[in-house]
């Protein structure tokens, strides 16, 4: 459950990554854990597509790869297929 305090904890665990050279310096984490936090809320919320067609799952673990993939340094890129479930 997703109550809208999470973000400086999201925006923290971005700046870890970025101060280990995992995720991308050219972010500003305290605005990308706000939109992270905001687009989870609506796909747990059913409002992205009809629950008929895809499941909040589904979107979730599609998301959850778009959003890491763009997040990640090639370093990050390197070790980011041990913490991804594989579908």
Do not use: N
């Not at 700046?15 to 310096?25: C, P, T």
């Not at 939109?35 to 959850?64: D, N, V």
Request: proline share 7%; aromatic share 10%.
């Amino acid at each position: 459950y997703i109550t809208g305090t999470e973000a400086p904890e999201v925006a923290g665990i971005i700046r870890e990554g970025q101060a280990d050279g995992l995720f991308r310096q050219d972010i500003d984490p305290d605005v990308v854990a706000t939109i992270h936090l905001t687009l989870a809320t609506q796909i747990f919320g059913g409002a992205l597509a009809p629950l008929s067609r895809f499941s909040p799952e589904k979107i979730w673990r599609q998301y959850e790869h778009m959003f890491l993939h763009g997040l990640c340094t090639a370093k990050g890129l390197e070790l980011l297929p041990h913490y991804l479930p594989q579908e």
